[in-house]
Structures are given as structure tokens and as C-alpha cells.
């Protein structure tokens, strides 16, 4: 599956063209990423799936998706939890060897992660957390993959409800800008490519 013919069946007719310096993201993140990540950058942008699934984008004004922020705030929350409740760690955060690094998230407030345990980002796998409870799912495949079978409804993720609507699920686009409420305000860096 590729990232052109995930954004066909997702709604998007071409890429719009959102552009960041990979090597300033990289640096930030501490990290290369996987290329189908980055295509899937340029093709789709900031945004969300069926105002539910949520792929945090770097270079983004919005502190709530942007990548690097989201890393941030998953390393602060879990070192809260350490300190709160000790012996409640149920996995390890990047950049611990293999640790999980986040990219997205649902508005319950379930995480999506790459699993870090290859130099290659490209053979990283896919975990999900949900927002409770202690269980966690494991996805044996790339990040385009997972989404794929997130839009056509047949992710198997115990904490993701079947899809309520039309299959397969639409793509809205946002801007990233801040919007107030959640997050913080970010220099934004990134930009959509002009037509």
C-alpha cells in the first residue's frame, strides 16, 4: 500500500504538498524517521481521521499534534508516573533501546506508537496504548499499513471501536494552526508548498 493510493482512498485526490526540514524534525526527535512517515507528511498534512485518529505533524503551531511536542509531553507524563506510582511502568519511551516513540493518538486519548527496536525506522512496528487500563496491542507492520487498515476498518486494536460511518474513512484536513484550549503555541516551521 502506498502512501498515494492510502491518500485516494482517504479522500485526497493530490498531496497537499505540506513541507518541513526533515533535518531539523530528525534533530528535534532525536531520531530518523521512517520514510513512509514523511510521504505521508507531504501527501496529508495535519489532520485527522474521522475526527478521531489524530497523526501528529512536525512543524506545526499546534503543541497538541505536533511530533516533538508529543514526544515531550509522553517523556514528562511518564516520568509523573514513575515518580507517582513506581512500579506501574508498562513499557519504555524513546529514547530508551527499543522504546516506543508516539505519532499519534485518538480522542479518547489512546496512544499510537512506532516500536524503535531497529536502527532501520523502516522496519519499526506499530504499538497502541489505550487511554486505560494496562493492556497494549502490537501491530506487525509499517505505519502506512496500520493506517490502511485503519481506514478500512480492519485495524485489530482491541481499544478501537469498528467505524460508525462510511468505509473507507475520510481524511480532514486542518490547518495546525493553534486553535487555543489544548497544547501550547508553537513557532510553526512548517508550510504547505504553493500550488
Avoid at 482512498?9 to 514523511?38: C, F, H, I, M, N
Avoid at 506501574?88 to 499519534?104: A, H, I, K, Q, V
Avoid at 476498518?153 to 478501537?160: A, K, N, Q, Y
Wanted: proline residues 5%; negative net charge.
Amino acid at each position: 500500500m502506498s502512501i498515494e493510493e492510502l491518500a485516494r482512498d482517504a479522500g485526497l485526490s493530490a498531496p497537499r504538498r505540506y513541507q518541513v526540514d526533515w533535518d531539523r524534525v530528525e534533530a528535534s526527535v532525536g531520531t530518523r524517521l521512517p520514510a513512509d512517515y514523511k510521504e505521508y507528511v507531504y501527501w496529508f498534512g495535519p489532520g485527522s481521521f474521522d475526527d478521531y485518529l489524530i497523526v501528529c505533524v512536525p512543524g506545526v503551531e499546534n503543541g497538541y499534534t505536533e511530533l516533538a511536542a508529543c514526544l515531550a509531553k509522553e517523556q514528562a507524563d511518564a516520568r509523573l508516573r514513575a515518580q507517582l506510582a513506581p512500579s506501574s511502568t508498562r513499557f519504555e519511551l524513546f529514547p530508551e533501546l527499543g522504546g516506543w516513540l508516539p505519532w499519534g493518538f485518538t480522542t479518547g486519548g489512546d496512544g499510537l506508537y512506532w516500536v524503535t527496536s531497529s536502527d532501520d525506522s523502516d522496519r519499526w512496528t506499530i504499538a497502541g496504548r489505550p487511554s486505560r487500563g494496562s493492556d497494549y496491542s502490537l501491530f506487525d507492520g509499517s505505519f502506512s499499513a496500520f493506517l490502511h487498515t485503519f481506514i478500512w476498518d480492519t485495524v485489530e486494536m482491541h481499544f478501537i471501536p469498528e467505524a460508525e460511518g462510511d468505509v473507507p474513512i475520510a481524511f480532514e484536513s486542518e490547518s495546525g494552526e493553534w486553535l487555543g484550549g489544548a497544547g501550547v503555541r508553537l513557532e510553526a516551521y512548517g508550510r504547505f508548498e504553493a500550488a
